[in-house]
């Protein structure tokens, strides 16, 4: 079983930064592959970033390469996403989400820090 709460969202203008982390529990997060996923009013929920258990492969949505990273630390159960550059269509609420298999479900999901870019 795996928690996961995702921190760091806000408001800030466009062209500025900001970084996401979400806080996972338990033993076992080194054994998860770990992803971000965004969704704004009336979109469906949208794959941005994820990462290996290692830390060692990441892939980015075509719309975030370039400007976000993903990056975590398993010593302290948690993964980031370091957003800069942002735009006014980032505007979301950023979820955090864990699977044990690539390609597999996402079998845990935080509660969502919502992330609003003023242009």
């Known amino acids: 079983q795996v928690q996961l709460v995702e921190s760091g969202g806000g408001l800030v203008q466009a062209g500025g930064s900001l970084t996401l982390s979400c806080a996972a529990s338990g033993r076992t997060f080194s054994r998860y592959h770990m992803g971000w996923f965004r969704q704004a009013p009336g979109n469906e929920r949208e794959f941005v970033a994820r990462?290996?258990?290692?830390?060692?492969?990441?892939h980015y949505a075509d719309s975030v390469k370039g400007r976000f990273t993903i990056s975590r630390d398993n010593a302290k159960n948690t993964v980031y996403l370091q957003m800069n550059s942002l735009k006014p269509e980032d505007t979301a609420v950023y979820y955090c989400?864990?699977?044990?298999?690539?390609?597999?479900?996402?079998?845990?999901w935080g509660q969502g820090t919502q992330v609003t870019v003023s242009s």
């Open positions: 990462i290996s258990w290692s830390g060692a492969v990441t």
């Open positions: 989400a864990a699977q044990q298999t690539i390609g597999g479900l996402y079998e845990y």
